[in-house]
């Protein structure tokens, strides 16, 4: 498991209001290393909620996750309904039986996500 940002919270508001460049960069890197272990086609399960709404930067450091993410091919998944908004639910809040099915990142960027 990856997050986006480079940072955890227990409570959204907590997030930096702004985006540190080098801790994102960090997280890439980190990204990167993880994937560049996996063998054939790595998963990547899209679980980020709405978080990703109560702070602008985290569209800039998705963006730049999928980036990474096509270097290596990897295939996006989600697993239960998505929010109003397409956002793909957080893991906590689903079913410990909830299928995985592929997630269309593109069409979720396009529709304005």
């Known amino acids: 498991m990856n997050n ?26 980190a990204f990167r290393h993880v994937l560049s272990l996996c063998g054939g086609t ?15 930067y985290l569209y800039h450091c998705l963006r730049d996750m999928i980036a990474v993410g096509g270097e290596y091919g990897v295939r996006w998944v989600t697993a ?15 079913r410990g039986d909830s299928p995985l099915e592929d997630f269309d990142l593109e069409a979720y960027l396009n529709a304005g996500s």
């Open 42 to 56: 790595p998963t990547v399960w899209a679980g980020w909620g709405t978080l990703i709404e109560q702070r602008p």
């Open 80 to 94: 239960g309904k998505r929010s109003k908004a397409g956002h793909p639910h957080h893991p906590l809040y689903l």
């Open 4 to 29: 986006k940002f480079y940072g955890r919270v227990t409570i959204p508001t907590d997030l930096d209001v702004a985006c540190n460049p080098l801790l994102h960069r960090e997280n890439l890197e």
